[in-house]
C-alpha cells in the first residue's frame, strides 16, 4: 500500500516562499515519477511538476524558474519549493505516484494521491 500524506501548505503573500512536504510510503520510490498537481475550485487539475526514477525534473511553464521538485529518498519524501508565489498559485496542491508508465505529464497514470494541502495566496 502506497501512501502520501502532504504538509507545509498555508497562508503567504505575494512574493513569498512555501516548501510543500509529502511523506510517502517506503515502496513510493518504485515509482517511475512522483509528481505535485494542483487544482483550484472550479478549474481543471493541472501538473506543476515531476521527477522520475533518473531525477530528471519537468515544470509546468506557469512555475518554471520558481518552484523546485526535488527528494530525500532516506526520508521517503517529496518536496516542492515554491519561490515568488503569486495569487494565481493559490489552490490545493497534491503529491502523487505513477507506477504506471514513464509519461509523467499523464495524470491518469497517477493512481496514488495524497489529501492535499492548501496553498492561499495573497496579493
Known amino acids: 500500500q502506497v501512501q502520501l500524506v502532504e504538509s507545509g501548505g498555508g497562508s503567504v503573500q505575494a512574493g513569498g516562499s512555501l516548501r510543500l512536504s509529502c511523506a510517502t510510503s517506503?515502496?513510493?520510490?518504485?515509482?517511475?515519477?512522483m509528481g505535485w498537481f494542483r487544482q483550484a475550485p472550479g478549474k481543471e487539475r493541472e501538473g506543476v511538476a515531476s521527477?522520475?526514477?533518473?531525477?530528471?525534473?519537468a515544470y509546468a511553464d506557469s512555475v518554471k524558474d520558481r518552484f523546485t521538485i526535488s527528494r530525500d529518498i532516506p526520508k521517503n519524501t517529496l518536496y516542492l519549493q515554491m519561490n515568488n508565489l503569486k495569487p494565481e498559485d493559490t489552490a490545493m496542491y497534491y503529491c502523487?505516484?505513477?507506477?504506471?508508465?514513464?509519461?509523467?505529464?499523464?495524470?491518469?497514470?497517477?493512481?496514488?494521491w495524497g489529501q492535499g494541502t492548501q496553498v492561499t495566496v495573497s496579493s
Open positions: 517506503g515502496y513510493t520510490y518504485s515509482s517511475y515519477c
Open positions: 502523487a505516484a505513477n507506477r504506471v508508465g514513464p509519461a509523467c505529464s499523464r495524470s491518469d497514470d497517477y493512481h496514488f
Open positions: 521527477i522520475d526514477r533518473d531525477s530528471r525534473t
